[in-house]
């Protein structure tokens, strides 16, 4: 099961290698972004597992061995006990911290990587709903098959561009919405001090007329 396991990684290590070389970006740091990401997200997951209360047993029954090697390979060993979403968002942590320290955009780079990954969650999900029938496994199976695909739809079919086109329409028609009301409102508050004027105007030609009339009342 553990050959099963690997293939599936570097199954999803060459779609990451291909895809971003096909993007001309350095090969070498697209496997270190991968492995980097990957061993530190399963070292977080296992140190949130010996948090635990179960972990924690796990944790003294393993520091009680007297072999060192024997301890350290014990303390890595996922199988009995791991907390996958903690090593979920790691990786995603981790990833977006190399890109950001490698100056690398997170799109297409983090797409194509999440792609990757999405793909060995997804079958490693799928080994194990079959071979053990785990109903968390059916549920990591579903949700990362959605998220792959998403992805995937955003890489390969011209989603992002699609999105990116509705955004930039969306702006504007915002933009020129918020000018329309803006030129409107503008036109109102004219409009209202206009009449403003000309209500004072009459009101000073009334009182004009007034006192025209009556200095012509005095002079009879």
Known sequence: MALVYLLIFLGGLFIVWYLGRREHYDEEKLIDLVLVSTGGALILSRV??????????????????????????????????????????????????????????????GGITIIG????????????????????????????????????YLYFWGGDKKISAFIAD?????????????????????????????DKASSIESKVKDLKSSGDEKNT
């Open 117 to 152: 990954i999405g793909v060995v969650i997804a079958l490693f999900s799928l080994v194990v709903a079959i071979s053990n029938w785990i109903t968390d496994a059916i549920y990591w199976l579903i949700g990362s098959t959605l998220i792959t695909g998403v992805f995937s």
């Open 170 to 198: 969306f702006k504007r028609g915002y933009s020129e919405n918020s000018k329309k009301l803006r030129e409107k409102r503008l036109s109102k508050n004219k409009k209202e001090k206009d009449e403003v004027v000309d």
């Open 48 to 109: 949130a597992f010996f948090l635990t209360v179960a972990g924690r047993e796990v944790f003294e029954a393993i520091v009680s061995d007297s072999n060192i090697w024997v301890l350290v390979l014990r303390l890595f060993d996922l199988s009995n006990g791991a907390v996958l979403w903690v090593a979920v968002v790691g990786f995603f942590v981790i990833m977006t911290a190399l890109l950001f320290i490698w100056k690398w955009p997170f799109w297409p780079v």
